[in-house]
């Protein structure tokens, strides 16, 4: 699976929009990326993934640039409890079975 | 529908003991994954299992052992516990292997001392 690259930590105002960027620069094109979270001592909630197209859910907005390179994980509305460590995870789509690789992660905290 | 349940949530084990964890997935749902977490290591793959078959294993030594039941339900079994085993032990299910998105339980604690 591709190697993502993540910030070590950002910081968001609440009620502002978080933009949460991810490089992958070796992703292939059987690849998926995938966002997952994990608030303090819980396990890991899933966020949104995609291929090409960009993608939207009720939770936040994934956009995948033209080359795929990278990708920016939006969260329109930013609220206290969004703060946690994001995970950026490229997975290929067709010998992963069932592996997700986590790195570090982005730690996000949300000021009042 | 109700979410990935483990038990137990925290347990507390002495060096050379075995342990037995269990994950019963979401209704529906074929896979179920199983993911060690530590402070040092981070979140790290253990073993996949779909239709009672382990398809897929990570980089762990073989007293990290598991298997799924005809119903999906998954237990994962450490045989003589190290203290470096002391972690936070996460399953996830997924409708099938592959694509779809993996639904992570609480976890279950485990302390070796």
Redesign the interface.
Known sequence: DAKTTQPTSMDCAEGRAANLPCNHSTISGNE?V?WYRQIH??????II?GLKNNETNEMASLIITEDRKSSTLILPHATLRDTAVY?CIVRD??T?????????GTILTVHP | KAG?TQTPRYLIKTRGQQVTLSCSPISGHR???W?QQTPGQ????L????SETQ??K?NFPGRFSGRQFSNSRSEMNVSTLELGDSA?Y?C?S?LD???Y???????TRLTVT
């Open positions: 998926y995938y001592s819980q396990g890991p909630q899933y993934h995970y789509g067709g992963s079975y069932g592996k997700l690789t986590f790195g570090q | 990935v896979s179920v994954s993911y981070g979140l790290q793959f073993f996949e299992y779909f398809r897929n990570g936070l996460l996830a997924s292997s592959l694509v998105e993996q639904y992570f339980g609480p976890g």
